[in-house]
């Protein structure tokens, strides 16, 4: 901690009037010193039982930011805690808010301010905003509560404290309190962190605070600060100012629980959640630039340049500031267009009473007509708002791909319900993230997801996709079943459909680039996504599909595709056969096919099973996909050979965006053949995924000799750096992480009136014929002291080399210095892992990269994501690479 920031301040006290004596952390003396004005305060309020140290690295971000608006920062040791004076008084919360207004007095503070709180100090701050609304500006909250739901105990912690014989000895006679919160950080604390926590609460006389803190937890309507407690949380709804909330859901005390609460009461709030992220979330993550890029909205407003004196601070204008997620937005708010000419479930509608197929199931094996899954989606959709379902509410779908997740899926979008889809391909850690992050208010489920829901107390009212034994359905938490859901709306009464402007849905991405986020889209960008499809593979009625991926599956209908998803495990790609492909496209006469590169790769290997039939139903194909991860040429060509009367193409798109860019296989051939000829050096190598589809529009952020995109993205040909994507059909935004968003709009990129711009973390350049090359992930970029390296290139060349199934380069050491490492598939695949010395392969690598690759390492099987089985996890690779080679256990990565 910067000693310069530490002072004494002498206050009256807010009882008794005799003069006690706080301690801050406070920049704005630095920043006299320094000639800075600042352009507001930044009143910091800590919980129990730290102290103004949590805020430190805040103090020192925003006195160095190096920002044309710099914030005064006053980070506060509450009385009785920290290393402010130990009175002997009890201060329950309504004598804490009236202390926190002594010390602004003293301190002859002026607007505009924007209150920090953590912990039970968010409950403080909070309260010293709703007392002064003529200087508050903003509101930032990190993982707090402001009120206790009723249908929710206090925490199991504070619960265990506050017991009888427990709290004193916990909280103040010894550390257990103050030690047990030390531990909630994620990673663990360093020595000197936790020394810099413990110092002000050396001895039972230091902590007495800690105790008191605890005891003032209005448990109910007795307790003395249950009054001001409510009159806080009600006068939150009232403060009409812009406000942020920083989350960890790792949180055992302030859980997702109460950021629903927090986000009720202020519903424009910028949500950020940190997946991984605790209770001590200003240890778990760098929150202090997230906090300053917030800030540097509010100080771009006009409203802040206005005095800066004793005046009233006129707030914000929401319309002003960066556009929310519409989600929400109160309907008032919103500029809604009227409901869609041809909404997704338009051919439903159309198509009502036609008895031709519009879905098949595999397993068990069952063909539903148009007129039945239309008449399905009426009486679910009619059910469902009789079940409680209201348009904006959040529905999670638990539910293997069927004809029964098409009806409900579009069920809710006919009503106005956000359907919110993560598939168990993510794994249940990864699929328990999902549902609790997106907050659902309804869960459909088959048994095992309901199942699931429960054990890990997923939130929301559950429905089953079959009746349950009523044993089961109480154990469950099950209020209806589909087919209840069903009767109900069997006078199939529907409400006025959806605005195209409002959010259908949250669509989760893969996570094998971190924790998978979700993905906002509003019904008109969803049609966006269909008409893109349509027009780029010329599907429509009466077209056959096989869908190996979950979204082109959900959009069967609405292109008004007879579908089908093949008998496949969805979280194993690789347990797709050529026979269950071949038997797939036979039942929907299909003439295209979508398949992910890891499925791909397995029809392949078995297409040895396929009988003259299964060639018949392959042969009638015309159109055949394969995306997800880049898939190589030769494997394209195998397909093909299944598939001979058909084109194989390669789209590139993401979560974010299905669609971007599209080549075919003599696309692909024609490309390398372009590349090859180009003089040597010239080209960064990569995987060529074409030239963009329909009105998508590409551009490159060049990166600078730290792998950074800098300055404005263009379209010149020959440029590296990250790929930036504008079209119609891209996402509206991330669910809930709003630093996400900020990263992945691309605010530099000039845009048309009601164009918008995604930076997409993939990293490429595009050659002369205009055509995208792939070259990585930002992130796995390699700095060397040579300069910037992107691994897809040369992971291709290794690749080339015989034995080598797969391959990929990592980077170990310092950015700037690091050294290079390729981590091999071998064929045969190597019995276990392994790094090779002085060999033949390991020259004819350094000689196809022309690259100093410092170590060789062998193992069975890359790390993949789960959904795609394709994307190899670099980072991964680099952690586990840098252990080895310092000496850690050779096991697998």
């Known amino acids: 901690m910067d000693a310069r920031f530490s002072r004494l301040v002498e206050v009256a006290d807010s009882g008794s009037g005799r003069p006690v004596t706080w301690h801050l952390l406070d920049n704005g003396p630095v920043l006299d010193e320094l000639g800075v004005t600042p352009v507001g305060t930044l009143l910091c309020v800590h919980g129990n039982p730290t102290w103004s140290y949590l805020w430190r690295g805040l103090v020192a971000a925003a006195t160095g930011s190096g920002s044309d608006d710099v914030w005064r920062v006053i980070a506060v040791d509450q009385l009785e805690m920290g290393f402010s004076e130990r009175t002997g008084t009890e201060r329950p919360l309504e004598r804490r808010v009236t202390d926190l207004a002594a010390l602004t007095d003293t301190l002859d503070l002026t607007g505009p301010v924007v209150t920090v709180g953590h912990d039970w100090g968010g409950v403080v701050s909070m309260g010293w905003a709703v007392d002064h609304p003529e200087l508050l500006s903003g509101v930032v909250l990190l993982n707090t509560a402001i009120h206790q739901p009723e249908d929710r105990a206090i925490p199991w912690p504070l619960r265990l404290a506050l017991q009888r014989g427990v709290l004193g000895r916990a909280t103040v006679a010894t550390p257990a309190f103050l030690e047990t919160t030390l531990a909630l950080a994620h990673p663990p604390l360093s020595a000197e962190v936790k020394n810099g926590y413990r110092a002000p609460y050396r001895s039972a006389d230091r902590r007495g605070g800690i105790g008191a803190f605890v005891a003032d937890i209005p448990v109910d309507e007795q307790h003395e600060s249950w009054n001001e407690l409510e009159r806080i949380a009600a006068g939150v709804r009232e403060l009409g100012v812009p406000s942020l909330m920083l989350w960890g859901p790792r949180d055992p005390i302030f859980s997702d629980t109460y950021l629903d609460d927090l986000a009720e009461r202020m519903p424009l709030a910028d949500i950020h959640r940190f997946e991984g992220a605790g209770h001590m ?3 778990d993550v760098e929150y202090a630039p997230v906090v300053l890029d917030w800030l540097g909205g509010l100080s771009r407003s006009r409203s802040l340049s206005l005095s800066k004196g004793t005046e009233p601070v006129d707030k914000l204008p929401f319309d002003k500031l960066r556009e929310r997620e519409l989600d929400k937005l109160p309907f008032d708010k919103l500029r809604e267009r009227e409901a869609s000419e041809r909404p997704l479930w338009s051919v439903l509608d159309e198509l009502r009473d036609s008895s031709e197929t519009a879905l098949v199931d595999m397993k068990p094996y069952r063909t539903v007509s148009w007129k039945l899954l239309s ?156 008409d893109a499809l349509s027009s780029q593979y010329d599907v429509g009625v009466g077209t056959g599909l096989v869908a190996g991926f979950a979204p082109f599956a959900l959009l069967g209908p609405a292109l008004g595709a007879r579908s089908v998803t093949p008998d496949m495990n969805v979280t194993s790609p690789r347990t797709l056969t050529a026979k269950a492909t071949a038997r797939a496209a036979a039942a929907v006469d299909a003439s295209v096919v979508f398949l992910s590169p890891a499925a791909l790769a397995n029809v392949v290997a078995t297409a040895d099973a396929l009988d003259a039939s299964d060639m018949a139903a392959l042969a009638g194909v015309h159109t055949f996909l394969s995306a997800g991860a880049p898939v190589p040429e030769s494997l394209l060509a195998a397909a093909g050979r299944l598939m001979p009367n ?78 930036v994507l504008s079209a119609p059909h891209l996402k509206q935004s991330y669910d809930r992480l709003w630093a996400t968003n900020r990263i992945a709009d691309a605010d530099s990129v000039p845009a048309a009136e009601g164009e918008r711009w995604h930076r997409t973390g993939d990293v490429g350049h595009l050659d002369a014929a205009g055509r995208l090359w792939v070259e990585g992930r930002l992130p796995h970029v390699i700095i060397t002291a040579g300069g910037v390296i992107t691994p ?75 959904r795609h089985n394709s994307k190899i996890d670099r980072s991964a690779l680099s952690r586990w690479a840098e252990g080895v080679l310092s000496g850690a256990k050779l096991s697998a990565p």
Request: net charge neutral; proline share 8%; glycine share 12%.
């Open 375 to 530: 008449k399905r989606v009426r009486q679910l959709a009619a059910g469902l708002v009789r079940a409680g379902v209201k348009p904006g509410d959040r529905v999670s779908l638990l539910i293997p791909p069927s004809a029964d997740l098409t009806a409900v899926l579009y069920a809710c979008l006919r009503i106005g319900a956000v359907v919110v889809v993560a598939d168990a391909g993510l794994g249940l850690p990864g699929l328990t993230r999902a549902v609790r992050g997106a907050r659902p208010d309804h869960v459909i489920g088959a048994l095992p997801g309901l199942t699931v829901a429960r054990a890990f107390s997923w939130p929301g009212q559950k429905i089953s996709t079959t009746t349950l034994p009523l044993p089961t359905a109480l154990a469950l938490g099950v209020r209806h079943s589909l087919g209840e859901v069903a009767r109900l709306g069997a006078d199939e009464s529907l409400p006025e459909p959806p605005a195209a402007s409002a959010v259908a849905a949250v669509l989760f991405t893969s996570g094998s680039t971190g924790p998978a986020k979700g993905v906002v889209y509003t019904h008109e960008q969803l049609e966006a996504v269909r």
């Open 281 to 283: 979330i200003a240890e």
């Open 792 to 866: 897809v290139g040369p992971e291709q060349r290794i690749e080339s080399l015989l034995g080598v199934n797969r391959a990929a380069l990592a980077g170990i050491g310092p950015r700037g210095t690091q050294q290079l490492v390729a981590v091999l598939e071998t064929d045969p695949a190597a019995s276990r892992p392994a790094a090779l010395g002085d060999s033949d392969l390991v020259a004819a690598v350094r000689h196809a990269t022309a690259l100093d690759i410092a170590a060789v390492l062998v193992v069975a099987a890359l790390p993949t994501d789960i």
């Open 646 to 723: 058909a084109t194989p193409h390669t789209p590139y798109g993401m979560t974010e965006g299905l669609l971007m860019t599209d080549i075919t296989l003599d696309g692909i051939r024609a490309a390398a053949a372009d590349a090859a000829a180009l003089p040597g050096g010239e080209h960064a190598g990569g995987v060529c995924v074409g030239r963009p589809a329909g009105s998508v529009r590409v551009r490159i952020a060049a990166l600078d000799e730290n792998g950074m995109p800098v300055g404005g993205p263009s379209d010149r040909p020959g440029v590296t750096g990250e790929i």
